[in-house]
T-cell receptor, first 117, second 109 residues
Framework: EAGVVQSPRYKIIEKKQPVAFWCNPISGHNTLYWYLQNLGQGPELLIRYENEEAVDDSQLPKDRFSAERLKGVDSTLKIQPAELGDSAVYLC???????????????FGPGTRLTVL | GQNIDQPTEMTATEGAIVQINCTYQTSGFNGLFWYQQHAGEAPTFLSYNVLDGLEEKGRFSSFLSRSKGYSYLLLKELQMKDSASYLCAVRDGNYQLIWGAGTKLIIKP
């Protein structure tokens, strides 16, 4: 079974530029998560999708961040414009969903390391 | 507020045993997860506890006491490849996953 796929793996941009990250979850996983992780910290949830619906985006800075999950499969996370403080690793994770599996374990992609100069 | 506490860093010797503790205060409880994260890589799932007691998986075991808001991850026969960060995460009453900051484990020969 293929894992969660993310691209790009690394991205370096100048501040005020836009950037986009792409995620393809594990086949059959209904729930998709975008996290931000700073060095030495645990992941911080940005947004959670159940199929194509964003069910928790309370931590997403909506003035500059946006996300979509068209057709309930792939997802894109965008930042426009990027700020210096956005430098971090952006992780995508997927799970079957609580209706499908009691443990609803999240499986992570390799992440995108963003550096904003 | 919700809180998960883990030691920031631990050091252990190859071949030994180490216990990484996690204490939590959350609004409700629907399971506790342990993940391993090597430097520069994504977290990978290690274990899940929802009932009190010990779950064993090879060299790794995880323990849960819901009444004490406490869990530990026990690693036996430590190998150099076990050098990583270990993240504790609790699913709260709203089924949100609350993450600890992680414990960096350093294995010395």
């Amino acid at each position: 079974e293929a894992g969660v796929v993310q691209s790009p793996r690394y991205k370096i941009i100048e501040k005020k530029q836009p950037v986009a990250f792409w995620c393809n979850p594990i086949s059959g996983h209904n729930t998709l998560y975008w996290y931000l992780q700073n060095l030495g910290q645990g992941p911080e949830l940005l947004i959670r999708y159940e199929n194509e619906e964003a069910v928790d985006d309370s931590q997403l800075p909506k003035d500059r961040f946006s996300a979509e999950r068209l057709k309930g499969v792939d997802s894109t996370l965008k930042i426009q414009p990027a700020e210096l403080g956005d430098s971090a690793v952006y992780l995508c994770a997927s799970s079957r969903g609580l209706a499908e599996a009691y443990t609803d374990t999240q499986y992570f992609g390799p992440g995108t390391r963003l550096t904003v100069l | 507020g919700q809180n998960i506490d883990q030691p920031t860093e631990m050091t252990a010797t190859e071949g030994a045993i180490v216990q990484i503790n996690c204490t939590y205060q959350t609004s409700g409880f629907n399971g506790l997860f342990w993940y391993q994260q090597h430097a520069g890589e994504a977290p990978t799932f290690l274990s899940y506890n929802v009932l009190d007691g010990l779950e064993e998986k090879g060299r790794f075991s995880s323990f849960l006491s819901r009444s004490k808001g406490y869990s530990y991850l026990l690693l036996k026969e430590l190998q150099m490849k076990d050098s990583a960060s270990y993240l504790c995460a609790v699913r709260d009453g709203n089924y949100q996953l609350i993450w600890g900051a992680g414990t960096k484990l350093i294995i010395k020969p």
